[in-house]
T-cell receptor, first 114, second 111 residues
C-alpha cells in the first residue's frame, strides 16, 4: 500500500515561532489533507487540498499540494500554546475500490513553550 | 451545527464481553468509516460503508463487525473483545472523495 513519510516526528518550539512540517509519498494522490488531533479527541480537519500546486490558507495555517502530487507541506505562523497537538497528513485517492480511503502519515507531535 | 457524534465517549468492557459503539452524523454524508487508533499511532481503517455497500479491510479481524441501518447511523460491534482491542475508535464521514470528518472518538478499555 501507499506509504506516507511525515517529518519531523516531533517539534519543540517557542511561542511566536513559525513551524513547518511535510509529507512525502511514493505514490500520487488526488487529495491531500491535514488534521490536528488533541489528546483524547478525534482528528480535526484543518486544510484540504484538491489540486496539484494548490496553496491554501486557514488563518495562521498554510498548506500546499505539491506539483508532483507526491508531497505536501503545512506551515504554522506565529505559533501559540493552543497549537500543541499531533498533526497528521493524509493522502486520498478517489477512484475504484479505494474511493475516499485515507493514507495517513505517522504524525508530527508539536510542543509550544510559552 | 452539522457534526459527527459518537457514543459513548468512554466504554469499559470485560474480556470476551460483546460491546457496541455507535456513530451518528447530521452531515448527510454517504460514506461512513470506522478506524482504530492506538497510542502514538495514526488511525487504522477497519471498514467503511459507501452508501449501503460494506467494504472490509483485508486485515480487519473477524471479531469486528459493522452495521449501517440508515444514512445517519453506523455501529461497530466487537464480538469478543481482547486486551489488544483496547484503543480509541473513531468514526468518520465523507461525501464522495472530499475530506473525511471525524467524530470525537470512543475510548475502549478491556478489563
Amino acid at each position: 500500500g501507499q506509504q506516507l513519510n511525515q517529518s519531523p516526528q516531533s517539534m519543540f518550539i517557542q511561542e511566536g515561532e513559525d513551524v513547518s512540517m511535510n509529507c512525502t509519498s511514493s505514490s500520487i494522490f488526488n487529495t491531500w489533507l491535514w488534521y490536528k488531533q488533541d489528546p483524547g479527541e478525534g482528528p480535526v480537519l484543518l486544510i484540504a487540498l484538491y489540486k496539484a500546486g494548490e496553496l491554501t490558507s486557514n488563518g495562521r495555517l498554510t498548506a500546499q499540494f505539491g506539483i508532483t502530487r507526491k508531497d505536501s507541506f503545512l506551515n504554522i505562523s506565529a505559533s501559540i500554546p493552543s497549537d500543541v497537538g499531533i498533526y497528521f497528513c493524509a493522502g486520498q485517492l478517489d477512484r475504484g475500490s479505494t474511493l475516499g480511503r485515507l493514507y495517513f502519515g505517522r504524525g508530527t507531535q508539536l510542543t509550544v513553550w510559552p | 451545527d452539522a457534526m459527527v457524534i459518537q457514543n459513548p465517549r468512554y466504554q469499559v468492557t470485560q474480556f470476551g464481553k460483546p460491546v457496541t459503539l455507535s456513530c451518528s452524523q447530521t452531515l448527510n454524508h454517504n460514506v461512513m468509516y470506522w478506524y482504530q487508533q492506538k497510542s502514538s499511532q495514526a488511525p487504522k481503517l477497519l471498514f467503511h460503508y459507501y452508501d449501503k455497500d460494506f467494504n472490509n479491510e483485508a486485515d480487519t479481524p473477524d471479531n469486528f463487525q459493522s452495521r449501517r441501518p440508515n444514512t445517519s447511523f453506523c455501529f461497530l460491534d466487537i464480538r469478543s473483545p481482547g486486551l489488544g482491542d483496547a484503543a480509541m475508535y473513531l468514526c468518520a464521514t465523507s461525501r464522495e472523495r472530499f475530506g473525511q470528518f471525524f467524530g470525537p472518538g470512543t475510548r475502549l478499555t478491556v478489563l
